[in-house]
T-cell receptor, first 115, second 112 residues
Framework: DTEVTQTPKHLVMGMTNKKSLKCEQH?????MYWYKQKAKKPPELMFV???????INESVPSRFSPECPNSSLLNLHLHALQPEDSALYLC??????????????FGPGTRLTVL | DAKTTQPNSMESNEEEPVHLPCNHS???????IHWYRQLPSQGPEYVIH???SNVNNRMASLAIAEDRKSSTLILHRATLRDAAVYYC?????????????FGKGTLLTVNP
């Protein structure tokens, strides 16, 4: 199984809502990532978890709260988002790099619209 | 920030080879060169990576210049399914080597 799954595929939320994005992989990868991609732009890294611990936060606003409950699951909790947060949110996983160039496997993304 | 330069777009005909260039003139000795592509409405997918030597896999070939300041991704016979945005990425093998910093990429159009 070389698949990263993301749910939901689409999400529409108001600025006062609280919602969560979910990502799952069963490849035994111990590094997991959240990226944000605006239309016609490249993906931008948001967070990296390594062995279930947050290792990189790319100065993401606190209205985005990541969580890694176990080695297969990654969540992104959303609260008080702004319309400009509307984007495709991509999850990825890989083996943690140890001097090697391990490829990242991406999910299909969650298309988020904030009204 | 790791920087690469790619043409904004390229066009090819089906069944013909495609050479996608990438400039990374400030590359350091520990930087790998990765290529990912993103098909419409999908997440990026890994294509190939290399350090110094040319590399081949079932998807593509990667030709790396001797001075490592540029590289070329080669699709030997383009198909309509190869139409995508192709990203050339420098990735440091040391330190916080988890990061992929995507540039703008090259939009490849394949004509039937």
């Amino acid at each position: 199984d070389t698949e990263v799954t993301q749910t939901p595929k689409h999400l529409v939320m108001g600025m006062t809502n609280k919602k969560s994005l979910k990502c799952e992989q069963h490849m035994g990868h111990r590094a997991m990532y959240w990226y944000k991609q605006k239309a016609k732009k490249p993906p931008e890294l948001m967070f990296v978890y390594s062995y279930e611990k947050l290792s990189i936060n790319e100065s993401v606003p606190s209205r985005f709260s990541p969580e890694c409950p176990n080695s297969s699951l990654l969540n992104l909790h959303l609260h008080a988002l702004q319309p400009e947060d509307s984007a495709l949110y991509l999850c990825a996983s890989s083996q943690p790099s140890s001097g090697r160039a391990n490829e990242q496997f991406f999910g299909p993304g969650t298309r988020l619209t904030v009204l | 920030d790791a920087k690469t330069t790619q043409p904004n777009s390229m066009e090819s005909n089906e069944e013909e080879p495609v050479h996608l260039p990438c400039n990374h003139s400030t590359i350091s000795g520990t930087d790998y060169i990765h290529w990912y592509r993103q098909l419409p409405s999908q997440g990026p997918e890994y294509v190939i990576h290399g350090l110094t030597s040319n590399v081949n896999n079932r998807m593509a070939s990667l030709a790396i210049a001797e001075d490592r300041k540029s590289s070329t991704l080669i699709l030997h016979r383009a198909t309509l399914r190869d139409a995508a945005v192709y990203y050339c990425i420098r990735r440091n093998s040391g330190g916080s080597n988890y990061k992929l910093t995507f540039g703008k990429g090259t939009l490849l159009t394949v004509n039937p």
